[in-house]
């Protein structure tokens, strides 16, 4: 559980503002992803990276933006772009050869 | 791309009773199916996994069977208890996108003592 972290864990923005959630891994993984879960829904896809400098958009990409400078770290900026931004969000990564994937612990973002 | 559906909603069971969650896919290249275990304020878990290549799996109390003719799979949770109770996530990834999951919209799984 302690390979892939994610911080803040609550996080409180005004709108009109833009924030960045971290998402660090020590499991020497290329891989990495985020995720949209609202209450009572499943997770959305919002941008994934196969591998440093790389990353594509997911399902639900308006709004938000990525950077994969290193291998270890993945930040996820929500902009003021994004109309509903309240939500949970949560960081994954997994090797390029398994498909399994690992999450973070997740940042509850909430707009006031 | 990928769609995949999970059904029901919310289960309520009675401790030891068997638990059945059921998803449905739309992408016949699909080739891998996890189930994740979500209990309430924390990060997914994986619990068990299944490839196309197979069509039941067992560990311990929990199974996963896969219809590929059908394009579905479903989640068996056998003598439940009270620690089962959490959302339940179905997901599916084509074997073209990579490591990309396509998640259902979980099923929420009540165990009354």
């Known amino acids: 559980d302690g390979g892939i972290t994610q911080s803040p864990k609550y996080l409180f923005r005004k709108e009109g503002q833009n924030v960045t959630l971290s998402c660090e891994q020590n499991?020497?993984?290329?891989?990495m992803y985020w995720y949209r879960q609202d209450p009572g829904q499943g997770l959305r896809l919002i941008y994934y990276?196969?591998?440093?400098?790389?990353?594509q958009k997911g399902d639900i990409a308006e709004g938000y933006s990525v950077s994969r400078e290193k291998k270890e770290s993945f930040p996820l900026t929500v902009t003021s772009a994004q109309k509903n931004p309240t939500a949970f969000y949560l960081c994954?990564?997994?090797?390029?050869?398994?498909?399994?994937?690992?999450f973070g612990p997740g940042t509850r973002l909430t707009v006031l | 791309g990928e769609n995949v559906e999970q059904h029901p909603s919310t289960l309520s069971v009675q401790e030891g009773d068997s638990a059945v969650i059921k998803c449905t896919y739309s992408?016949?290249?699909?080739?891998?199916f996890p189930w994740y275990k979500q209990e309430l304020g924390k990060r997914p878990q994986l619990i068990i996994d299944?490839?196309?290549?197979?069509g039941e799996k067992k560990d311990q109390r929990i199974a996963v069977t896969l219809n590929k003719t059908a394009k579905h799979f479903s989640l068996h949770i056998t003598e439940t208890q009270p620690e089962d109770s959490a959302v339940y996530f179905c997901?599916?990834?084509?074997?073209?996108?990579?490591?990309?999951?396509?998640f259902g919209g979980g099923t929420r799984v009540l165990v009354k003592p």
């Open positions: 990276s196969q591998i440093v400098n790389d990353f």
């Open positions: 992408d016949s290249a699909s080739n891998y």
């Open positions: 997901a599916a990834t084509p074997k073209a996108a990579g490591n990309k999951l396509t």
């Open positions: 499991l020497n993984h290329d891989a």
């Open positions: 299944i490839r196309s290549n197979v």
């Open positions: 994954a990564s997994s090797t390029r050869q398994e498909n399994e994937q690992f």
